[in-house]
């Protein structure tokens, strides 16, 4: 759908249809655009000049008031925003005033974040789907250029066209007319440009997360390359080139450690950079295949200790928040589907990948992963092997059989050892509650939604949590229609808000809404916070325009929000503007969290019943061994308790309850100090199995029971452990 003249979202699948079309035909388009928002945007008078921070003032007094504006810190000199050596020719910035700096009256960074950003994803791919440079030490010329098979009209750029539309012709000359790009739904040229990404800082971003980004499939079947497809080698180049880009941008401002682009690696580093007025840059990844965990007939073609190699060399890199699958089911987790015809050829492509299709099922709740659509997409269904045909799909059945697995869960287990951050965008649903209910029966809060690619329903669980998320850079309209949509829960859990660009990702930006739309940009504007005034962003000969060219690279970043302001969300950029503050909030708290001790470890236990099998024991102490291959099981009748001995009082204020198949549907958690007398601290009638976490107030007991009153299938009742903790 498109909302006033600008593509809502143009999702980031195209890179998966591309191994499909790539090597398949010239035939078909770009990906539709995805179902309209959830709720219409209202009719708004446009509003006046930016006010002080209005329902953000509320929640953080003295946000934004007069003479409460922080002065630079104590170690920045005169003018210490400006460089001194910037290279000649380069981009304008267009931007002036000084960065505010500072904390608010409450100790509280502010600023913008960006939670998803590719910059090199021109290093990706094989190293020529994405053209230019995030820099060069040659200069802009070199930087801003085509991939060379574009010259000397595009009539090669066959990923442009596929990407597009059309015959993929056009301009390929960058530096210094770029009349054909970057544009908006140019999704094959750099938009990333240090001078682009220096000009969102300067207009008030704090926090810009690069994801490492590559496909090793991508790059197998693209006509075009310079390098190998290995993704980790990809991976790693990218984590060089972050470093190379802070040292590169440091040389212009007078030495290691003076510019404003500053690679962090923990939360306290970083709230230190954003109080010094800087961009705090934090590595994460984004691929399909992590750890080389692919899955080809539902065989994991990884181990345990790939995974561990692989979380402890991306930890030494700088990387702190990762996604354990995309696009592909793997060994570590099914995805959430594409719909369509789209999805049709992704599923095509999964087949050729791992030798399944996707697999789906009724949901058990009410999140749901997208339709696939039975659509059908002649161009990749042409790949398959003779007499191969894509499954038909129920239109009931939305949610992929494959959630989470054994691999995965102990990939997310390592995460959470090491206090990184997962993100849950392309997981499929079943993966993501998992996912959150291990993260609820510890108690961590490292839980990221990046770019709107998470079932809506989940938004509370996250801020329960303590987690971050934001929205895709949709146009102003959607974007504000999303984030009114949430508003509540932000107020209810105080947290800000954030933003996903995507740039480089292949997805689509906001297309223009006009010359005359309504309350459209003038220009020049002030900065959110008041400090600096923005104009137009020029690059050699050109110069854009939100309002004609859309959000055609970093740069306009500043522009896209003060389009929101415009079309009637100051409250949306309120929220947007305490975004560091929560950013680094659920970073924090990752890194400080503590994993609770396990009362039950080991400790004495007894139940009702035990299952008898010749093969296996199912006794009671299976359950708190530690070992989740290992448990407990009751005879098959619905009145059966578990019991733990903790050897001696202890206060109890949370029980966790890893069920198998076997589940409890009603079921309580009873407490004594003599074994004797007890006492119901928590019940359900609503178990749905897998792994419940039970909250109670902190109550002194020796004895824990777990109660079962009805199962929730015909077998008895089995748990993988049974994990006690502390008030």
Known sequence: MISSGRPYRRRKNVTVVSLLLLVLSRGGGGPPPPPPPRAPARARAPPPPPPPLSRCAALWPGLGAPGRRPTPSAAAGNDWWDPAARPAPDSRINVTGEPFTGTDAKGRVRGFVDAHDHIFSNEAFGGRLICGKAFSEQGVADALKDCPEHYPDGSLAIFDFITNGGDGKHDPNGWPTFKDWPRHDSLTHQQNYYAWIERAWRGGQR???????????????????????????????????????????????????????????????????????KLAVVMGVETSEPFGCKQILDIAQCSRADIDKGLDELHALGVRSM?????????????????????????????????????????????????????????????????????????????????????????????????????????????????????????????????????????????????????????????????????????????????GTDMNGVGGWPGPRGADAPNKVTYPFKSVDGGSVIDRQTTGERTWDLNTDGAAHYGLVPDWIEDIRRVGGQDTVDDLFRGAESYLGTWGASENHKAGANLAAGAATSASSSEWSLFTSYKPHRAVDGDRGTRWASDWSDDQWYQVDLGSARTVGRVTLDWERAYAKSYRIELSTDGTTWRTAWSTTAGDGGLDTARFAGTPARYVRVHGLERGTGWGYSLYEVGVHGG
């Open 207 to 277: 926090v810009l997360v690069n994801d490492l980004v590559t496909n090793g499939v991508i790059c197998s079947v693209y006509f075009f390359k310079d390098r190998s497809c290995d993704e980790m080698t990809s991976i790693r180049l990218q984590a060089k080139l972050t470093y190379d880009m802070q040292a590169y941008v440091d040389k212009m401002y007078g030495g290691p450690g003076k510019g404003w682009f500053r690679v962090v690696t923990d939360s306290a580093q970083a709230r230190k950079v954003i109080e010094q007025g």
């Open 323 to 499: 996604f354990l699958c995309h696009k592909f089911d793997n060994a570590l987790c099914g995805v959430r589907f594409d719909s369509g015809s789209l999805g049709t050829a992704i599923n095509v492509g999964q087949f050729l990948s791992t030798g399944t299709y996707w697999k789906t099922e009724t949901c058990k709740g009410p999140q749901h992963d997208n339709p696939i659509g039975n659509a059908a997409a002649p161009a990749a269904e042409k790949k398959l092997p003779e007499g191969e045909e894509v499954p038909s799909y129920s239109a009931d059945a939305q949610c992929n059989v494959r959630g989470l697995t054994d691999l995965g869960e102990y990939a997310v287990r390592g995460m959470m050892k090491r206090g990184m951050m997962l993100e849950i965008d392309h997981m499929s649903v079943k993966a993501t509650g998992r996912v959150l209910d291990i993260f609820e029966s510890e108690s961590y809060p490292g839980v990221l939604s990046s770019h709107s690619w998470m079932d809506m329903d989940w938004t509370e669980r996250v801020y329960g949590l303590g987690g971050f998320i934001a929205q895709y850079m949709h146009g102003s309209e959607g974007f504000i229609a999303e984030a009114k949509r949430t508003e509540a829960l932000r107020d209810k859990y105080g947290v800000g808000y954030g933003y």
